[in-house]
Nanobody, 123 residues
Framework: VQLQASGGGLVQAGGSLRLACAASRRTFSNNAVGWFRRAPGKERDFVATISWNGGSTSYSDSVKGRFTISRDRAKSTVYLQMNNLKPEDTAVYYC?????????????????WGQGTQVTVSS
C-alpha cells in the first residue's frame, strides 16, 4: 500500500500551493484521510482531515480559513489547497489514511503514510 504526496515547493509568503495525495482505490475508498506536517526541529502535527465521503472536514486552528482539504473519490486523490501561506507553514507535509472512515486528528489512527513533500515559504 502506497500513498504518493506531491505538489510541494518554494513559494513567497501570501502565495498558494496545492498538495495532492494519490493512492490505490483500496486504500482510500472507505478511509478518512489526513494531512500532517513536521516543521524543522518540531514534532509532526495535525493539519487537516476529511471523511471517507468528503462530508466532514476538520482543521487545526493554525490553518483554519487558509487551507482547504478535499477529495476526488473517482481519482482516489485527496487535495490540500493552501492559500495565504506564511513562513511558519514551512514543513514537510505528509498525507495518511486512517483506519476509520470518520475524521480525527489522532496520529495513531492513521495507518498508511506517504513519503512527504517539502513546502517552503519565504518571507
Amino acid at each position: 500500500v502506497q500513498l504518493q504526496a506531491s505538489g510541494g515547493g518554494l513559494v513567497q509568503a501570501g502565495g498558494s500551493l496545492r498538495l495532492a495525495c494519490a493512492a490505490s482505490r483500496r486504500t482510500f475508498s472507505n478511509n478518512a484521510v489526513g494531512w500532517f506536517r513536521r516543521a524543522p526541529g518540531k514534532e509532526r502535527d495535525f493539519v487537516a482531515t476529511i471523511s471517507w465521503n468528503g462530508g466532514s472536514t476538520s482543521y487545526s486552528d493554525s490553518v483554519k480559513g487558509r487551507f482547504t482539504i478535499s477529495r476526488d473519490r473517482a481519482k482516489s486523490t485527496v487535495y490540500l489547497q493552501m492559500n495565504n501561506l506564511k513562513p511558519e507553514d514551512t514543513a514537510v507535509y505528509y498525507c495518511a489514511a486512517s483506519r476509520w472512515s470518520s475524521i480525527g486528528s489522532y496520529q495513531d489512527d492513521y495507518i498508511y503514510w506517504g513519503q512527504g513533500t517539502q513546502v517552503t515559504v519565504s518571507s
